[in-house]
């Protein structure tokens, strides 16, 4: 980087900030190609990269936005990188640029790699470890010279009181000490606060359990108590504990009476005669802390920590029992420890074969997080996909941390995400929201439930959409944090506003409104009257909208008059309200008869078709907010038209138009209402066929089509689509050997609405021979969401 | 519009699933998930009609027997061609339960034809007389010769009244049911799960193709 490089920097606001430096980026891409950016400018003021599109075309990239993504394709290789377009329509390009790496060298050596495996465990401690084969699988430790600096953060102390010599229990579970140790900030992944623990007198080995509120402590000791007793065939005789309200309740009294257990508690402020839980949970924290200085990790992970830190605390010398680790004075056993590794070490958790296909990464990159207690198994997190995998085949790195700033960076944008995109995809998985606690373990064979003390649950599921392999090395699309989501939304264009008083401060919104009430006056809609007693008068509003052109830009914007027709009364202010629409299998037969005969179809659309329709009822409605007329207040609109929202507009618009088609001397097919037939001499036929305010019309005559065209646009305000090419969300394609039609366009938004646009494709609909049934034993999934999705495909027939 | 107004080679598909919409479990969303799976390798796919083609009306229908496992109803198919296409088609399970795989064709025939006639009185509204009877396919010979035949059995009243509306089409010469091998049965892709190379060439005589061919 050239440091001496300085330039300014022009913002949108007129303010400029300094360069602080040229040089060149190098990008990571996964398949270990290195991609260099040159002339980028070094901003320590800009929060935000940005990298230059007209800058890019310059250097013969091709960029395209279009569909809400933006892609930059490189002339020769393709596509390089796509982004897609957030909520405030920005296209967050996400890269990993290489990042310097000083390895330490240390952990290499047994000794220090062993301390940090032990949890930071004292040198002496390792050493009495080995020289007494305290557990399998242990090397020779030497005394290093250096210190640990993560010790001395984690484990420095004041100096010690004075003890004295205490009873010793004889047996497994005739003492046991107890302690409540919190509550912790932050609260776990799990949104636990606080941790208990019960430590036998005899053995000293440690067990632990996870509270949210301490009052939890008497349904955990009867858990425990159940555990321990069936476990060793013993029973708890002695319960010491502090005189915490926890352990202090009626229940927990009566419960320890009706089994015989005695209690021992402190006297009140003296913690000190519970010596042996509180000593241990200073130790569990100093294991703790000196853990995850040293990797980094999130505070949010103690839990597992301090799981991780009893698991080692149980096969680690103490002075209490001699010679033998905790653990194997509790089970006689001697423990192994050569399943040991380093606290949130990096780890390649092995994707089983059944989960992926033959070119996907064969494992995943995860952190070591603990053991699992239910299966012989290692726990892992993947902070990706911020999921706790239990996974056997596991590779450790001992050496690498993860990057969690990185990931954390990450994790505040999936919350952003939550709220406006629910359920994200993996792979060809489709789930529900409703199974958002349900872990997917990559390894079935040894997958098990999270066990409940402390998952990273998850308040919701946090799926990961798949990219194109191609595509991984970037992080594209809604990735910005809430900041910079809010930061860069002043820059763009907001949505449209949703009351009148918002939108009636801006000029574009007023000059709509304005047209609107011109065309409403110039269509003679309405006349001002005074309301007749005992009629009623319907409120009217506004709605705006932003109208995009088939490219994306602002095409214009549109205000829009609708009554409040939810208010009106059948009877009263209405009557009918049916308008017929064609059917499908009519558009098909028309479309099919002029494929046939090589004739043209053309379409027409007709401009705010309601507001031509007649109305017959006697309908008042108020004064739109904005234009009351001026000493006439008090007066109402009695409509002559209908408006958008009455009940009867589609029904006035249709008898309308119907009006006109009988005028014309079309026939009404009486076995299809939206069916207009005209014939001329010499077998000239002009068929037309309508869809609310869409219709579409072939024949075999021009003049016809021009008479039809010109009588409709006399009569209506009318827009001439040409041929037809799109009709109702079906794209048609009229060539001369055919005709086609399709929804390619449909289908794909239903595959990306439901998130299964980058799904294996299959060969058939349905499974070969598939029959289902109701499946009453089955797991449910959500209805809603699985209506919506038979709903995207078909609507019902009702008849 | 909805999906199926191009796709008839979904229809079975959505008509199965759409049955499950009360209470779906992992098992119906997996179906519906196979559908789209479906959709992502057949985007482009449409209904291509061909020019001169013919407009004669062909009518096919199908039944499966007691395909519902829980309440033992058969799904009636129908398909209708107007030369190289479909124009119009449907998947529907049927109202009642029937006593054999005759009746439950039967049912399946009844609603074609009233299928049949609106799409008759529709095309000679447009000017396109059909002037022989449709032809429907049917697979089943019994189905064919009880609508044939005037012998009576003692069948309950929904049959019964089926059966005679059935008849009367027939003899006045609206509807003419014909055999058809089961292999050329392309109503069979609205009633069954069937196998990939069954389902393609059914497909393919739907007229159902890749918008590729217009290239």
């Known amino acids: 980087m050239d440091e001496t490089f300085r330039e300014t920097v022009k913002l949108g606001n007129n303010s400029c900030i300094s360069v602080m430096g040229k040089g060149d980026i190098k990008l990571h891409m996964k398949n270990n190609i290195v991609h260099t950016i040159s002339s980028v400018f070094y901003i320590p003021d800009l929060k935000s990269n940005l990298i230059s599109l007209g800058q890019l075309q310059e250097k013969g990239y091709i960029i395209i936005i279009q569909r809400s993504r933006c892609q930059i394709q490189h002339p020769e290789k393709g596509l390089i990188a796509e982004a897609e377009m957030t909520s405030n329509r920005m296209f967050p390009l996400h890269i990993q640029h290489g990042v310097q790496k000083c390895l330490s060298t240390r952990v290499q050596d047994p000794t220090w790699l062993w301390h940090l495996r032990y949890g930071h465990l004292s040198f002496k401690g390792l050493k009495t470890l080995y020289e007494k084969n305290m557990v399998e699988g242990l090397p020779n430790i030497n005394n290093p010279i250096e210190m640990c600096e993560d010790c001395i953060v984690g484990k420095q102390h004041r100096d010690s009181f004075p003890r004295g010599k205490a009873w010793r229990a004889e047996q497994r579970l005739q003492l046991l000490h107890s302690d409540i140790c919190g509550p912790i900030n932050p609260t776990s992944n799990g949104n636990k606060r606080y941790f208990i623990t019960f430590i036998d007198d005899y053995s000293r080995k440690t067990w632990v359990y996870f509270l949210q509120e301490k009052s939890e402590a008497f349904i955990v000791f009867k858990s425990f108590k159940a555990r321990v007793e069936k476990e060793s065939g013993k029973y708890i005789q002695i319960l010491r504990t502090d005189r915490g309200g926890e352990f202090n309740s009626h229940n927990f009294a009566s419960f320890c009476e009706s089994h015989g257990i005695r209690r021992q508690l402190t006297a009140a402020y003296t913690p000190q005669q519970n010596g042996v839980a509180e000593r241990k949970n200073r130790t569990i924290m100093n294991m703790v802390r000196s853990m995850m200085v040293k990797r980094g990790i999130p505070k949010t992970f103690w839990a597992e920590a301090v799981n991780w830190s009893v698991h080692i605390l149980n096969r680690s010398p103490t002075l209490a029992v001699k010679n033998i680790t905790p653990q194997e004075a509790w089970s006689e056993v001697r423990p192994s420890v050569d399943h040991f590794g380093v606290f949130g070490c990096t780890t390649y958790a092995h994707v089983p074969n059944e989960k992926r296909t033959k070119l996907d990464d064969k494992s995943v990159k995860c952190v070591f997080i603990g053991v699992s207690e239910e299966s012989k198994a290692y726990k892992l997190y993947n902070p990706i996909t911020e999921k706790i995998i239990i996974s056997r085949d596991v590779l450790f790195d001992e050496e690498n941390t993860w990057d969690w700033s990185i990931t954390e960076q990450q994790q505040t944008l999936i919350d952003v995400e939550e709220d406006g995109e629910k359920s994200q995809e993996s792979e060809s998985e489709l789930q529900l929201p409703t199974h958002s606690l349900e872990e997917i373990s990559p390894n079935p064979s040894s997958s098990v439930s999270i066990p409940n003390e402390d998952q990273p649950s998850v308040s919701e599921p946090r799926r990961q959409r798949t990219r194109p392999t191609w595509m991984i090395d970037y992080v594209s699309g809604d990735e910005l944090s809430d900041v910079d989501a809010t930061a860069h939304f002043s820059l763009f264009a907001g949505s449209d506003p949703t009351l009148f008083a918002e939108a009636v401060k801006e000029e574009k919104w007023k000059k709509a409104m304005d047209s609107e009430i011109e065309a409403i006056e110039r269509n003679k809609t309405w006349e001002l009257t005074d309301l007749p007693k005992g009629q009623k008068s319907i409120g009217v509003k506004w709605v705006y909208k932003t109208k995009l052109n088939e490219k994306g830009e602002i095409d214009k914007f549109k205000a829009r008059l609708v009554v409040k027709g939810y208010k009106q009364e059948y009877g009263v202010d209405y009557q009918e309200v049916f308008a017929p629409v064609a059917r499908q299998d009519t558009i098909r037969l028309v479309v099919s008869l002029a494929a046939q005969n090589s004739w043209p179809i053309f379409q027409l659309d007709v401009k705010s078709a309601f507001l031509n329709g007649e109305l017959l009822e006697q309908v008042y409605i108020e004064q739109p907010p904005g234009y009351v007329a001026k000493g006439n207040e008090h007066k109402v609109y009695k409509l002559k038209k209908a408006l958008y929202g009455l009940k009867q507009a589609p029904r006035a618009w249709y008898r309308r138009i119907e009006d006109h088609f009988e005028k014309a001397s079309f026939i009404k097919c009486p076995y299809e209402h939206t069916l207009f037939i005209k014939t001329g001499e010499g077998g000239k036929i002009l068929i037309v066929l309508l869809y609310v305010d869409d219709l579409i019309f072939t024949g075999n005559d021009e003049a016809m089509f021009s008479d039809f065209k010109n009588s409709m646009m006399a009569d209506f305000d009318m827009t001439d689509l040409g041929k037809m090419k799109y009709f109702l969300g079906i794209e048609v394609v009229q060539t001369g050997v055919g005709l086609f039609i399709g929804q390619k366009k449909y289908a794909q938004e239903v595959l990306e609405r439901f998130h299964m646009e980058n799904c294996n494709p299959v060969g058939t609909p349905t499974e070969p021979g598939l029959k289902l049934s109701s499946d009453l034993d089955g797991e449910r999934v959500d209805s809603t969401y699985f209506k919506q999705i038979v709903g995207s495909l078909n609507v019902l027939d009702s008849h | ?215």
């Open chain 2, 1 to 215: 519009m909805y999906l199926t107004a191009t796709r008839p080679d979904i229809m079975y598909a959505v008509c199965l699933i759409s049955r499950y919409m009360e209470r779906p479990t992992e098992l119906h969303l997996k179906a519906a998930k196979r559908v789209f799976r479906y959709l992502k390798g057949t985007i482009d796919f449409g209904i291509f009609y061909k020019k001169n083609g013919g407009y004669v009306l062909i009518g096919f229908i199908d039944s499966d027997y007691a395909g519902d496992l829980d309440d033992r109803r058969s799904t009636s198919g129908h398909v209708f061609m107007m030369g190289s296409a479909a124009v119009s088609w449907a998947s529907k399970k049927q109202q009642v339960v029937t006593l054999s795989t005759t009746e439950a064709e039967f049912i399946a025939a009844a609603t074609s034809a009233c299928q049949a006639i609106w799409l008759r009185r529709i095309l000679e509204e447009l000017h396109f007389y059909q002037e022989r009877p449709t032809v429907i396919h049917c697979d089943n010979s019994s189905t064919i010769k009880l609508s044939k035949n005037l012998v009576l059995h003692g069948r309950s009243k929904h049959i019964d009244v089926r059966y005679h509306f059935l008849r009367d089409l027939v003899t006045d010469r609206t509807i003419d049911l014909v055999y058809c091998r089961s292999e050329d049965q392309v109503a069979d892709i609205m009633t069954k799960s069937l196998k990939s190379e069954a389902f393609v060439k059914l497909r393919a005589l739907l007229g159902v193709c890749s918008s590729s061919v217009l290239n």
